[in-house]
């Protein structure tokens, strides 16, 4: 079997329980953990061609679909990676607070593009470089002004669950802490990344 690791604990039940057998192959907790993640895997693989599919025919051209792949998963890494400077394991909690955040960083990504690639288009194709950067940093600005204070509503509304006591808090403060980071970091990755990308592959868009 796979993961035979995970049956050394179970083999070495019998040594504390004497006059008992232990069976690791009829019950062995590993295989409900192997397969969560098999599933999970699977679930997020046909997510993000879903995904995809749903940006190529919101944008209909390649270079803004790319634009939102790269922007979106960066979001989400920079969490994981605040998470884990925070020594905090990924767990089921954190996993279902980054997939609670998915529609608020889809939806800050598809705004700072649209918006960006609608001043563009705007602008003409005689415009140059720093022209196309004022345009892009006009754009930054007017799809941030909203944005910024529904980031900040959303945060207020998840933020008491970090003050929560006793047995819940264990399983709801994972799951607060990881939306909020999550949101936060497509905050972020909105307002940097995504406007450089736009201005790399957006400047010729007709």
Do not use: K
Request: glycine letters at 6%.
């Amino acid at each position: 079997r796979s993961g035979g690791w995970s049956n050394q604990p179970m083999l070495a039940l019998p040594r504390g329980l004497p006059g008992r057998t232990v069976d690791p192959a009829v019950s062995r907790p590993a295989e409900f953990i192997e397969m969560a993640r098999r599933h999970l895997t699977q679930v997020v693989v046909i997510g993000l061609l879903l995904l995809l599919v749903l940006l190529a025919a919101f944008f209909t051209e390649w270079r803004t679909t790319l634009i939102c792949v790269v922007s979106i998963p960066l979001s989400l890494l920079a969490a994981t990676v605040v998470l884990d400077l925070a020594d905090a394991t990924l767990n089921m909690m954190v996993v279902t607070g980054f997939a609670t955040a998915i529609g608020v960083i889809v939806f800050d990504t598809i705004t700072s593009v649209e918006s960006v690639l609608r001043r563009l288009r705007e602008s003409g194709a005689d415009a140059d470089f720093q022209e196309r950067a004022r345009l892009v940093l006009q754009a930054l600005l007017d799809a941030r002004n909203g944005s910024v204070y529904a980031v900040v509503v959303l945060l207020l509304a998840a933020s008491p669950v970090l003050f929560m006591t006793g047995g819940p808090s264990l399983f709801f403060r994972p799951l607060a802490l990881a939306y909020g980071l999550a949101v936060l970091a497509s905050l972020s990755v909105a307002s940097t990344v995504t406007p450089a990308l736009s201005l790399v592959f957006l400047s010729g868009s007709r």
